[in-house]
């Protein structure tokens, strides 16, 4: 995921990079850094850990709780 289909990931979510940052459980600075693709002049890599859950909340998963228990689904995907 490069910075141009992050951002195309957070406003297909409907997310406002406040949003965004409270949904991924970071501050709004790392969103910033992560559509910029750069923080103070260096390259900045979107990490594995923010790319899978990005693609879990777009699969309506908002948080996992180890194997064998019940997974939260998003309320608008109820």
Do not use: N
Request: hydrophobic content about 30%; glycine content about 8%; overall charge positive.
């Amino acid at each position: 995921m490069d910075p141009v289909e992050f951002k195309k990931w957070r406003k297909s979510m409907g997310f406002s990079q406040k949003e965004a940052a409270q949904a991924l459980g970071l501050k709004r600075r790392m969103i910033q850094y992560y559509e910029k693709g750069e923080r103070d002049g260096e390259k900045v890599k979107i990490p594995r850990t923010v790319r899978l859950a990005c693609y879990a909340l777009t699969q309506g998963i908002a948080d996992y709780h180890g194997p064998g228990r019940k997974i939260t689904i998003l309320e608008e995907d109820r």
